[in-house]
Structure formats: structure tokens, C-alpha cells
């Protein structure tokens, strides 16, 4: 851990000096940057800016997702996804970090790393985590650039195309035949060491996620073309997923110096006091071990859980004058500056092990793994964050002898407990969501909305590619449909 924090601390000496343009022109070109920076350094560089920043964490995860899906709810006017209002810099945050940031800086590394003949584990473990950040981008807004991006100064590409969501997934060079050569390359050592702020320099962990990434985005697939989604699903169990809370893939945070260092999640609840708990989630949540650890009243502090109540989805300061009673996340324990940035966890996994099992795509137990998953959905909280309270084995057996699994409403279950599990991992969250339907929501109808009363299916593209990269913005517009929140990506149509 020691090595961990000097390495953190030594990258806030280099981001406290960088400045992220916008526009695919200048976001794409760093005249200045050779490839003196060692691969090591550029590698834990890149896996904060993987977790990111305040900026985009406040706005695309918080700001739009959490509130979307009803995690939390705000009567800010500013938190502008829960009454469904259209901000372009708010809504197009990720994108226009990524790109400049952990894009570029991805790409870089991949380059540097084939110039000096490394196949190895280095290779692979860049490989998932580039897959990674291309997911976040194209699963929140569809079409992206994928196949050009970042390669303004290696290759000269200053407009880069935007590649069609089916391509990124499931063709050559795309997501799921990436993770699997990936996979492959990665051997039993890693030179990066303390500079994989993931796993530590642990490659065991890296193939995991590789093959448990391999079955997320698989699993993205089953609406629009359940074969394909199988085929890789089975593939990615069969080669070897993450087997219990260790392998959780999660970025460790400090509390400084420099503000890449902290969580931006932390960050943003330290500096905004408006979000609550969502009434469809606290009242989800009611039976639940785990809600005294999520949640505490606003007033004061209070995790009793008859003090808890959430505040529901579309209220505004003239419907709710006081929100001091209502719950807001446990700022003791969640939302602290140092807790970790987590990206993904084996209960997501035995949850989507279960729905295979429930699909009969596989031989396994829906109920054995939808168990599984429960368990380690509430047992994960006590190792990410240091001060939650530990669930006992008892309490998790009474939650499930309380609330047994029903296959006659399996995927439903299985989609409310993933929900619930993938709190503060706002674009899984919303991502799934969109694909399985659960948890059934009721979107909230304020008369500015922008989507005529329904939850949004994406957020939009920058308005500025228009004029920086018009050519591809328009064909991509042609391709995908109109630049706005209902317009749905490849894997979420209909």
C-alpha cells in the first residue's frame, strides 16, 4: 500500500500541470509528448484517469445516471437527470475527459508498448483496460470513435471516424476478441508492479477480470443478438471469471494531494449536499442489511432504519421545501475522498452467471449463483469500504431465507439485486439496466423534459463535433439516429 500511495502521490506532480482541450483536433495532438515518460508511470497515469475526475463523475455518473436509474434523487435543478433536462456539458463529460485523457493516454501506451516488441502481460493487461474505457464511452453514447481514436500524434489522425457499436463489440479488433487475445498474452509476472493501481501487479487477478469483462459485455448483447451473446457469455465462464470478493477490480484513492488522487464520487459529496436516497431504492433496499451502511438521515447522521427514508425521483424545492429528513448516502462511510473507485465485482459476475443459468445457456444453478451473488454483494462493502460495518454469513442466509430466489421471475430478480449491487458504478448500472428492464422504474414527468416523459436510453454526443469533426459526426448521426436521449444504442434496441 505504501507503494502505492508514493506512486499516486508522484503522478499528482504530472497532472497538476496538464490541461484537457476539447475539440477531436486538439484532443488528439500532444506535440510536446515523446516516449521518454516510462511505460510503468503511464500506467498508473491512465488507471486514474480510468476512474476519473470531480468534473465527469459529478456530472455523467451523478448528475445524470445515478439520478436516472433512481439511485438518488435531487431537487436541484442542476442535477439534471432527474427530471430528464438536457445540459451538453453536463452530458457529454465522460466523453470530452476520456478522450483528451485516458484515451489518448491508453492509445500511447499500446503504441509504445508494440514499438518495443512487448507481447506480454504489459500488452494484455492495456488491452482489457482499453477495452474497458471504449465501453464506458460507447455504452453511454453509442457510436464513437474506436478504431482512429488517440492517434492524432502516432498517426497523424485528427478526425477520426466514428465506428458503428456493432463493429466495437463483435468485430475484428473489437471488445470481445480483443479481451480473449488479451487474456492470452498475459503470463504469470508483470514488470508493472506498484504501478497497476488495480491488482497490484497480480496477472492471476488481470485474466479474471479479463474473462469477467469478456462476460459483461457479452451479456450487453442478449437483446440484440442473443446467439452471439451466448457463444461469448459460455466462453468467458468457461476460460476462468473472478471467484470471490478478492478479485474485485477496484482503483485505490487517496485523500490528495492532487484531485486525481481522490475519488471523484468523494469528491463531489463533499462539495454537494443536495442528493438524498431515492425512494424506489431505500424502499427497495427495506429488509435489507445492507441499508444502514448505504444510507443515513441528512438531519443527523441517523442509521436506524426507521429514521430512513428516500426521497422520491422528480421532487423540486417547492414540492419538498425541507429535505433535511430524507436519507442521502452514508457520507461515513461511501463517499469518503480515500475510498476506492470500483470498476467491477464478482457479484456481478454470479448475478450474470445466473442469468445465463436462467436463459439455459449453461448447466449451473440460477438459484446457487443468484445466492452467490447476494452473498457477495453485501459481504463486498466491508472490504471496499474500511468503515462499513461487516455482514455476517447469518444475516445474508435470513435476507435469502426472507426473499428466496423464484425462477418464474428469475431475470427480474437477478436485474433488482444487480441494480442494487452497482451502486456508485453508475454506467454499469444504467447500462444493464437498459438491457434487462429491472428494475421496472416510473420515470419521473416534469414539464421541461426532454424526452416526452420516459427515462433516457443515452446520453448525446458533443454538440461541438458538429464543426470539428462534421463529416463523422453527421455520418454517425445517419447511422445511429438523432443526437438525443431516446434515440438508443445498437445493443439497446427494441
Same mark, same amino acid.
Request: charged share 20%.
Given at each position: 500500500?505504501?507503494?502505492?500511495?508514493? /506512486?499516486?502521490?508522484?503522478? @499528482?506532480?504530472?497532472?497538476?500541470?496538464?490541461?484537457?482541450?476539447?475539440?477531436?483536433?486538439?484532443?488528439?495532438?500532444?506535440?510536446?509528448?515523446?516516449?521518454?515518460?516510462?511505460?510503468?508511470?503511464?500506467?498508473?497515469?491512465?488507471? &486514474?484517469?480510468?476512474?476519473?475526475?470531480?468534473?465527469?463523475?459529478?456530472?455523467?455518473?451523478? $448528475?445524470?445516471?445515478?439520478?436516472?436509474?433512481?439511485?438518488?434523487?435531487?431537487?436541484?435543478?442542476?442535477?439534471?437527470?432527474?427530471?430528464?433536462?438536457?445540459?451538453?456539458? #453536463?452530458?457529454?463529460? &465522460?466523453?470530452?475527459?476520456?478522450?483528451? @485523457?485516458?484515451?489518448?493516454? $491508453?492509445?500511447?501506451?499500446?503504441?509504445?508498448?508494440?514499438?518495443?516488441?512487448?507481447?506480454?502481460?504489459?500488452?494484455?493487461?492495456?488491452?482489457?483496460?482499453?477495452?474497458?474505457?471504449?465501453?464506458?464511452?460507447?455504452?453511454?453514447?453509442?457510436?464513437?470513435?474506436?478504431?482512429?481514436?488517440?492517434?492524432?500524434?502516432?498517426?497523424?489522425?485528427?478526425?477520426?471516424?466514428?465506428?458503428?457499436?456493432?463493429?466495437?463489440?463483435?468485430?475484428?479488433?473489437?471488445? &470481445?476478441?480483443?479481451?480473449?487475445?488479451?487474456?492470452?498474452?498475459?503470463?504469470?509476472?508483470?514488470?508493472?508492479?506498484?504501478?497497476?493501481?488495480?491488482?497490484?501487479?497480480?496477472?492471476?487477478?488481470?485474466?479474471?477480470?479479463?474473462?469477467?469483462?469478456?462476460?459483461?459485455?457479452?451479456?450487453?448483447?442478449?437483446?440484440?443478438?442473443?446467439? /452471439?451473446?451466448?457463444?461469448?457469455?459460455?466462453?468467458?465462464?468457461?476460460?476462468?471469471?473472478?471467484?470471490?470478493?478478492?478479485? $474485485?477490480?477496484?482503483?485505490?484513492? /487517496?485523500?490528495?494531494?492532487?484531485?486525481?488522487?481522490?475519488?471523484?464520487?468523494?469528491?463531489?459529496?463533499?462539495?454537494?449536499?443536495?442528493?438524498?436516497?431515492?425512494?424506489?431504492?431505500?424502499?427497495?433496499?427495506?429488509?435489507?442489511?445492507?441499508?444502514?451502511?448505504?444510507? =443515513?438521515?441528512?438531519?443527523?447522521?441517523?442509521?436506524? $432504519?426507521?429514521?430512513?427514508?428516500?426521497?422520491?425521483?422528480?421532487?423540486?424545492?417547492?414540492?419538498?421545501?425541507?429535505?433535511?429528513?430524507?436519507?442521502?448516502?452514508?457520507?461515513?462511510?461511501?463517499?469518503?475522498?480515500?475510498?476506492?473507485?470500483?470498476?467491477?465485482?464478482?457479484?456481478?459476475?454470479?448475478?450474470?452467471?445466473?442469468?445465463?443459468?436462467?436463459?439455459?445457456?449453461?448447466?449451473?444453478?440460477?438459484?446457487?449463483?443468484?445466492?452467490?451473488?447476494?452473498?457477495?454483494?453485501?459481504?463486498?462493502?466491508?472490504?471496499?469500504?474500511?468503515?462499513?460495518?461487516?455482514?455476517?454469513?447469518?444475516?445474508?442466509?435470513?435476507?435469502?431465507?426472507?426473499?428466496? #430466489?423464484?425462477?418464474?421471475?428469475?431475470?427480474?430478480?437477478?436485474?433488482?439485486?444487480?441494480?442494487? =449491487?452497482?451502486?456508485?458504478?453508475?454506467?454499469?448500472?444504467? @447500462?444493464?439496466?437498459?438491457?434487462?428492464?429491472?428494475?421496472?422504474?416510473?420515470?419521473?414527468?416534469?414539464?421541461?423534459?426532454?424526452?416526452?416523459?420516459?427515462?433516457?436510453?443515452?446520453?448525446?454526443?458533443?454538440?461541438?463535433?458538429? @464543426?470539428?469533426?462534421?463529416?463523422?459526426?453527421?455520418? =454517425?448521426?445517419?447511422?445511429?439516429?438523432?443526437?438525443?436521449?431516446?434515440?438508443?444504442?445498437?445493443?439497446?434496441?427494441?
Amino acid at each position: 500500500m505504501k507503494k502505492i500511495v508514493l /506512486t499516486i502521490f508522484a503522478l @499528482s506532480l504530472v497532472f497538476s500541470s496538464c490541461e484537457f482541450d476539447k475539440g477531436f483536433e486538439e484532443m488528439n495532438v500532444n506535440p510536446g509528448k515523446a516516449a521518454q515518460i516510462d511505460v510503468a508511470n503511464k500506467f498508473a497515469s491512465v488507471v &486514474l484517469q480510468t476512474s476519473g475526475g470531480r468534473y465527469e463523475n459529478w456530472r455523467a455518473s451523478l $448528475i445524470y445516471q445515478s439520478v436516472m436509474i433512481q439511485h438518488f434523487s435531487s431537487t436541484a435543478g442542476y442535477w439534471s437527470g432527474d427530471r430528464y433536462f438536457r445540459n451538453d456539458g #453536463y452530458a457529454t463529460s &465522460l466523453w470530452d475527459r476520456y478522450y483528451p @485523457s485516458a484515451v489518448k493516454e $491508453i492509445e500511447d501506451i499500446r503504441a509504445q508498448l508494440t514499438a518495443a516488441g512487448n507481447t506480454g502481460s504489459e500488452m494484455g493487461m492495456t488491452r482489457i483496460l482499453r477495452v474497458f474505457i471504449y465501453s464506458r464511452i460507447t455504452d453511454l453514447h453509442g457510436d464513437c470513435p474506436y478504431s482512429e481514436a488517440g492517434q492524432g500524434y502516432t498517426n497523424g489522425i485528427l478526425k477520426p471516424k466514428y465506428d458503428a457499436q456493432k463493429d466495437i463489440y463483435t468485430g475484428t479488433g473489437g471488445f &470481445l476478441q480483443e479481451l480473449e487475445e488479451a487474456v492470452a498474452q498475459i503470463g504469470a509476472s508483470t514488470t508493472l508492479g506498484a504501478s497497476d493501481l488495480v491488482f497490484q501487479g497480480n496477472t492471476t487477478k488481470w485474466k479474471a477480470w479479463g474473462n469477467s469483462m469478456m462476460l459483461r459485455l457479452a451479456m450487453r448483447l442478449s437483446k440484440v443478438d442473443p446467439a /452471439t451473446s451466448k457463444a461469448w457469455a459460455v466462453k468467458a465462464i468457461g476460460n476462468g471469471t473472478m471467484t470471490s470478493n478478492d478479485h $474485485i477490480a477496484l482503483i485505490k484513492h /487517496t485523500d490528495g494531494p492532487g484531485g486525481i488522487n481522490k475519488n471523484g464520487h468523494g469528491e463531489v459529496f463533499d462539495a454537494d449536499g443536495n442528493p438524498r436516497m431515492s425512494k424506489t431504492f431505500v424502499d427497495w433496499l427495506k429488509d435489507d442489511p445492507r441499508l444502514p451502511i448505504l444510507a =443515513a438521515r441528512r438531519s443527523d447522521k441517523s442509521t436506524a $432504519i426507521a429514521d430512513l427514508i428516500g426521497m422520491p425521483n422528480g421532487s423540486t424545492s417547492a414540492t419538498v421545501p425541507d429535505t433535511s429528513i430524507y436519507a442521502e448516502p452514508n457520507r461515513n462511510v461511501i463517499t469518503k475522498k480515500d475510498v476506492p473507485m470500483v470498476l467491477q465485482t464478482y457479484a456481478e459476475v454470479e448475478f450474470m452467471k445466473a442469468e445465463a443459468a436462467q436463459r439455459g445457456w449453461t448447466a449451473g444453478s440460477a438459484a446457487t449463483h443468484y445466492n452467490n451473488g447476494v452473498k457477495a454483494a453485501m459481504q463486498m462493502l466491508s472490504q471496499i469500504y474500511p468503515n462499513a460495518a461487516a455482514i455476517t454469513d447469518a444475516e445474508v442466509t435470513a435476507y435469502l431465507a426472507l426473499k428466496p #430466489y423464484d425462477a418464474t421471475k428469475g431475470l427480474q430478480m437477478i436485474g433488482e439485486q444487480y441494480w442494487a =449491487a452497482t451502486l456508485l458504478n453508475e454506467y454499469e448500472a444504467f @447500462s444493464n439496466w437498459r438491457r434487462t428492464g429491472f428494475p421496472v422504474l416510473t420515470p419521473t414527468n416534469d414539464p421541461g423534459n426532454v424526452t416526452g416523459g420516459t427515462i433516457p436510453r443515452r446520453l448525446i454526443w458533443p454538440t461541438g463535433e458538429e @464543426s470539428t469533426n462534421a463529416d463523422n459526426y453527421k455520418a =454517425a448521426v445517419a447511422a445511429q439516429g438523432p443526437n438525443n436521449f431516446t434515440t438508443r444504442v445498437w445493443w439497446d434496441k427494441q
